[in-house]
């Protein structure tokens, strides 16, 4: 009885082991692999040249690849991470208008945690929403009551203040405005407006 027990056993476990070999190669198929070499070559804009041991340059098929902060700094743009919508925003060609649907003419003033934000918005019942976020996590989220709902554009000013030790060490401070849906409460017309760079 015994032997029969352990022979039962054996098999289950056999059987086992080998479907699950033959799975393997099912779920490694589905992960994509690519082979970067390091670049042999700066990259240089208006004199500024990248360099990073840290963060090479890398080349792909002929294609150069590089750092997206790294392009924002050469290019003198912002380069940030939305970890509400889960992009990356690449903010660049600073005068032009900062706007959407719901907000426009937002101007930004500060640095170091203290900031002033100014602008119109035009939201339903005049209540707009704002936060700050440091790429992982909420540091504050507010309203705002404008003078006049939608359709009429109304002016609005912020002042923010985030204390220094919530600033990141690394990384881009953003502001999100938006408002929430009368519909079914989610964040709609969403405008997110980087604030400020940080790096050690």
Same mark, same amino acid.
């Given at each position: 009885?015994?032997s029969m027990?352990g ?6 476990g056999?059987?086992?082991g080998?479907?699950?070999?033959l ?6 198929a ?11 070559y700066p990259i240089?804009v208006n004199?500024?040249?990248y360099?990073?041991?840290? $963060?090479?340059v890398?080349n !792909?098929k002929g /294609?150069?690849?590089? *750092?997206?902060r790294a392009?924002?700094?050469?290019l003198?743009?912002?380069v940030?991470?939305?970890?509400a919508q889960?992009?990356v925003?690449i903010t660049?060609g ?8 719901a907000?426009r003419?937002?101007q930004?003033a500060g640095s170091?945690?203290?900031?002033t934000?100014t602008?119109e918005?035009?939201?339903f019942?005049?209540m ?10 909420? $540091?504050?989220?507010k309203? !705002?009551?404008? /003078?006049?709902?939608? *359709?009429?554009?109304?002016a609005?000013?912020l002042d923010l203040?985030?204390?220094a ?5 690394n990384?881009?401070l953003m502001l999100q405005?938006?408002e929430?849906?009368?519909k079914?409460?989610?964040k709609?017309?969403?405008?997110n407006i980087p604030?400020e760079?940080f790096?050690e």
């Amino acid at each position: 009885m015994k032997s029969m027990r352990g022979v039962r056993g054996f098999v289950i476990g056999l059987l086992s082991g080998c479907m699950l070999m033959l799975a393997m190669p099912t779920m490694a198929a589905t992960v994509k692999q690519f082979v970067l070499g390091e670049a042999p070559y700066p990259i240089e804009v208006n004199g500024s040249t990248y360099e990073s041991d840290q $963060l090479p340059v890398m080349n !792909y098929k002929g /294609s150069t690849y590089v *750092p997206l902060r790294a392009v924002g700094d050469l290019l003198g743009g912002t380069v940030g991470w939305d970890s509400a919508q889960r992009r990356v925003i690449i903010t660049y060609g600073g005068g032009g208008p900062i706007q959407n649907n719901a907000f426009r003419n937002v101007q930004i003033a500060g640095s170091a945690g203290k900031y002033t934000v100014t602008g119109e918005g035009r939201v339903f019942e005049a209540m707009m929403s704002y936060a700050v976020e440091d790429g992982h996590n909420y $540091l504050l989220e507010k309203n !705002y009551m404008l /003078s006049e709902g939608a *359709p009429a554009w109304s002016a609005f000013k912020l002042d923010l203040l985030i204390p220094a030790n919530k600033l990141p060490k690394n990384g881009t401070l953003m502001l999100q405005l938006f408002e929430y849906s009368a519909k079914d409460g989610s964040k709609v017309n969403i405008l997110n407006i980087p604030l400020e760079t940080f790096e050690e």
